[in-house]
């Protein structure tokens, strides 16, 4: 029997990306609260029909079947009509997610953990008073203590339960609260991932190819598929070049698109021996979709977009606290990630050469996007330049020319031609105090001069 194509996706995923849809999916841990309210169910069940428990309880804690009956059937309409009203509200938030902020943070919502303990909750209580009402007896003369007094608890957790989601979808639909959520997955990415992947096998200073020149048509290996590359086994793909004494260098970087036959991988080799290709292309995993496994560009990018959506829908203070937080992710990035692209073997051979990527690049990726469409709105352009100012006076001086350098060409980069005396002076102001704190002050006069001869 054929599996469906929706379950036999998961069985051609790796472990580690197989364990990431299946806590992203609404299915994974309200399923387990289905499983433990049906051995719940099963247990009270025994305790009442089995046991008898009942005659070792008082009377009055007792009830009879007629009664427990109608308490249980009252019940279940009473979770289900919560449970209505649950799935309602997420419909709502998922709704405004994707209208005021990204389609692409809807996942976010779904894949978090209370978000699935609520789902859990609600339906592994309608499953479970669902199975007690189809086991309880139409005798009177039946009394019932275990059944009655789980139902009944179960009722009241489930209606604490409906609370505590309301709650906890309007504070997460906080804006502070989303940005802050946004940064906090980044830096995951980069602390259990990269640094876990990558991290150990770079080198940190600049170095060559051990002075070797290798020709640039190496021996070339496709891709078997189109997608996104989503997912890379660093340590396997270190240790099958250590051992075919080869040095294979990337074509694409994880989040990037491929076509079919596109050559992603080029390898070089000092002998004159075949290697098995196909195994190098199994330590790729390459999927219709981006994920944040290994993405960080991918994490950056969703940042960004709450502060593009925020300047459509004319709410800058949004996009300002995007921006402050997108300036501790850079910050994070720049501190804990080292930019050589090579990696290398426990005898400090070079073995993988990654597609390189500096901090220029993370910077360009978290602001640039927004500086694009904030257009002429200077009150933004002020607040990314006052957080250069923020990164320059906390990084080293190694980036100092990267945010200068971004920082001019955005004070360049508008018309000027309308702006209001404060707005440039309140600009000048932070490009002044960026400039201070990259030692820039004689190109920062040439900056300023530029401003006043357009006035």
Not at 197 to 223: A, M
Not at 226 to 243: C, F, H, N, R
């Amino acid at each position: 029997m054929r599996l469906p194509e929706s379950m036999m996706k998961y069985k051609k995923m790796s472990k580690r990306q197989r364990w990431k849809e299946l806590r992203s999916t609404m299915w994974y841990t309200p399923g387990i609260y289905i499983l433990l309210s049906m051995g719940l169910a099963v247990f009270t069940l025994n305790l009442d029909l089995s046991l008898d428990i009942s005659q070792y309880i008082p009377i009055k804690w007792s009830s009879k079947a007629a009664l427990t009956r109608i308490l249980v059937s009252t019940l279940i309409g009473g979770i289900l009509t919560l449970s209505a009203f649950t799935f309602n509200s997420l419909l709502v938030v998922l709704t405004t997610f994707s209208g005021q902020f990204s389609p692409r943070m809807l996942l976010n919502f779904v894949a978090d953990k209370k978000t699935q303990h609520v789902l859990g909750i609600f339906n592994g209580s309608f499953v479970y008073v669902l199975l007690v009402f189809l086991f309880i007896s139409n005798n009177d003369n039946e009394l019932y203590f275990a059944i009655p007094i789980t139902t009944v608890t179960v009722a009241f957790f489930t209606a604490v339960t409906f609370i505590y989601f309301i709650n906890h979808a309007t504070t997460w639909m906080q804006v502070h609260n989303i940005t802050d959520n946004m940064k906090n997955i980044s830096k995951k990415i980069i602390t259990f991932s990269l640094l876990k992947d990558i991290e150990p096998y770079r080198i940190t200073e600049n170095t060559k190819l051990n002075d070797k020149e290798y020709p640039k048509d190496g021996h070339v290996i496709v891709s078997k598929e189109s997608g996104y590359i989503q997912l890379v086994d660093y340590p396997k793909l270190i240790e099958m070049a250590t051992k075919d004494n080869v040095v294979v260098r990337f074509e694409y970087s994880v989040g990037e698109y491929v076509l079919t036959g596109t050559p992603i991988l080029t390898y070089w080799k000092e002998e004159d021996t075949a290697i098995k290709e196909h195994d190098y292309l199994k330590t790729l995993e390459i999927g219709h979709k981006q994920t944040e496994i290994q993405d960080l560009e991918f994490g950056v990018n969703k940042l960004s977009e709450i502060a593009i959506k925020a300047l459509g829908n004319n709410d800058p203070k949004t996009a300002a606290n995007t921006i402050h937080q997108m300036s501790e992710l850079l910050q994070i990035i720049a501190k804990l990630t080292h930019f050589s692209p090579f990696l290398v073997d426990k005898d400090k051979n070079i073995r993988v050469i990654l597609k390189e990527e500096d901090f220029e690049f993370y910077l360009y990726k978290g602001f640039g996007y927004i500086r694009h469409y904030a257009n002429e709105n200077w009150v933004i352009i002020t607040d990314i330049i006052a957080s250069l100012t923020t990164l320059a006076k906390s990084m080293d001086e190694r980036f100092h020319d990267d945010l200068w350098s971004f920082a001019v060409q955005t004070a360049k980069g508008v018309a000027k031609n309308e702006i209001y005396r404060l707005d440039r002076k309140f600009l000048l102001d932070h490009l002044s105090n960026l400039a201070t704190a990259t030692n820039r002050e004689s190109e920062y006069r040439k900056v300023e001069q530029e401003y006043l001869s357009e006035t």
